[in-house]
């Protein structure tokens, strides 16, 4: 956990030098400030800021974990990650609805009259897959 705090501080420090560098250059160059190019690597910067922070959050809370241990066996990390149901076709679902919604900017917006319902509809399955039928719980 601590490598991947010190590699994504140093990206977010990388970022914000990109950011700065980009628009002192764009403004010496063409005479004006470019706002579209700036604004995303600064949005570059605040995103990778939003993960330094988790991880940072993380590994305090945490604490120490066999990835940090050189000496660490593959083994000694092993434990139960959460429950997956192989069978499950919803997530499939969930993500055509949503590859429908982001084609909805492009195609036209009377594709998300239908892009949402759909995605609706493949969470509340994925939801409560469980709840009901043969794997009910």
Do not use: C
């Not at 470019?34 to 305090?60: C, H, N, Q, V």
């Not at 990650?81 to 919604?101: C, D, M, T, Y």
Request: zero cysteines; aromatic letters at 18%; a negative charge.
């Amino acid at each position: 956990m601590k490598a991947n705090v010190s590699m994504w501080s140093i990206m977010t420090a990388f970022f914000a030098l990109i950011t700065g560098v980009y628009a002192v250059w764009w403004s010496l160059t063409y005479g004006g400030w470019e706002p579209i190019g700036t604004a995303a690597l600064g949005m570059l910067t605040l995103m990778s800021t939003f993960i330094t922070f988790y991880l940072w959050k993380t590994d305090r809370t945490q604490g120490f974990v066999p990835e940090d241990r050189p000496d660490a066996n593959i083994e000694d990390g092993e434990s139960e990650l959460g429950f997956f149901s192989p069978w499950s076709w919803w997530p499939i679902f969930v993500g055509a609805a949503s590859a429908l919604a982001f084609a909805s900017l492009a195609v036209g917006w009377w594709l998300t009259f239908i892009a949402v319902p759909l995605a609706l509809i493949g969470v509340v399955g994925f939801v409560f897959e469980h709840n009901r039928g043969h794997f009910a719980h």
